[in-house]
């Protein structure tokens, strides 16, 4: 069981930059286990993956339309995963949500979630 807690949303200019946080409750051999996941929802859409890593941190993926401006990474040590968001443009406005997974998936089914955290990007 791996429980998830979100920081760092807000509200922020389009072209600013903002910093998400995802807190994991599972101890540090276990966190390595998982992959991690960036999904967010913005309203009347549905869930939309926006970047994994891997366990080790070696690999992530990203969507199409945040590749170059974000960038996911993660510190075993800390049992913490970040999304470093840049250039950021209203259509990223979302609840953006922690996820967890034992597999490395590039679709939104995830087995364990965090709460969400707003983002909203004004033009």
């Known amino acids: 069981q791996v429980q998830l807690v979100e920081s760092g949303g807000g509200l922020v200019q389009a072209g600013g930059s903002l910093r998400l946080s995802c807190a994991a409750s599972a101890s540090a051999r276990t966190f390595s286990s998982y992959a991690m996941a960036w999904v967010r929802q913005a309203p009347g859409k549905e869930r939309e993956l926006v970047a994994v890593i891997s366990g080790s941190g070696r690999s992530t993926t990203y969507t199409d339309s945040v590749k170059g401006r974000f960038t996911m990474s993660r510190d075993n040590a800390k049992n913490t995963v970040y999304l470093q968001m840049g250039s950021l443009k209203p259509e990223d406005t979302a609840v953006y949500y922690c996820?967890?997974?034992?597999?490395?998936?590039?679709?939104?089914?995830?087995?364990?979630w965090g709460q969400g955290t707003q983002v909203t990007v004004s033009s």
């Open positions: 996820a967890a997974d034992l597999a490395y998936k590039t679709s939104s089914r995830y087995a364990y």
